[in-house]
């Protein structure tokens, strides 16, 4: 069974710009969720989708959006782009059970680079 | 909000030896969920361990075990006969039965295993 499949895994971009990072998660995942690491803040929630609805959202500013297709397929978009988004962007799914403490299985992530 | 918190940024052990990594946390809710990831150089984050706050048995998965004291909000994970692969970031992480809330990490504490 294939892993969680994020693209690009690199990325560098310019201040004010905008990117879309994307996530293939594992068949017949139907939540994905999004978290921001740095070495300053470390890792932190973004949000969660589950069928195409966002189900929850971290604290950040309305410049960080997602959304989920219908195969579960998600994607996240950051928009006029900041210095301090430089940060691994990981996504993780899972099955999506009412089950608040089920197992998350995360990508390798999109290393994304500010200049 | 809750916060998680890993007192030690770094630790090493040797091979074959036990060494036990820290993580506190605040909360004042009763029900919730307690996780130790780690975080290998692949940056792909893997469950090590699950802990159901409401469960007073110590969790444990082959060589990795918690000591879960609830009074004291303190969940450390005990990791026996160390192996080269175990080498990694460890991060643990809490996660309320408030479904509009998602997981809370601490900030990670990177461990060597020494050959």
């Known amino acids: 069974k294939a892993g969680v499949t994020q693209t690009p895994r690199y990325l560098i971009k310019t201040r004010g710009q905008q990117v879309t990072l994307s996530c293939s998660p594992i068949?017949?995942?139907?939540?994905v969720s999004w978290y921001q690491q740095t070495p300053g803040q470390g890792l932190q929630f973004l949000f969660e989708y589950f069928s195409e609805t966002q189900r929850n959202k971290g604290n950040f500013p309305g410049r960080f959006s997602g959304r989920q297709f219908s195969n579960s397929r998600s994607e996240m978009n950051v928009s006029t782009l900041e210095l301090g988004d430089s940060a691994l962007y990981l996504c993780?799914?899972?099955?999506?059970?009412?089950?608040?403490?089920?197992?998350?299985?995360f990508g390798s992530g999109t290393q994304l680079s500010v200049l | 909000a809750q916060t998680v918190t890993q007192s030690q940024p770094e630790m090493s052990v040797q091979e074959a030896e036990t060494v036990t990594l820290s993580c506190t946390y605040d909360t004042s809710e009763s029900d919730y969920y307690l996780f130790w990831y780690k975080q290998p150089p692949s940056r792909q984050m893997i469950l090590v361990i699950r802990q159901e706050a409401y469960k007073q048995q110590n969790a444990t998965e082959n060589r990795f075990s918690v000591n879960f004291q609830k009074a004291a909000k303190s969940f450390s994970l005990k990791i026996s006969d160390s192996q080269l692969g175990d080498a990694a970031m460890y991060f643990c992480a809490y996660r309320s039965y408030n479904y509009g809330q998602n997981f809370v990490f601490g900030p990670g504490t990177r461990l060597s295993v020494l050959p």
């Open positions: 993780a799914s899972s099955l999506g059970r009412d089950e608040l403490g089920e197992k998350l299985f």
């Open positions: 068949s017949g995942h139907r939540s």
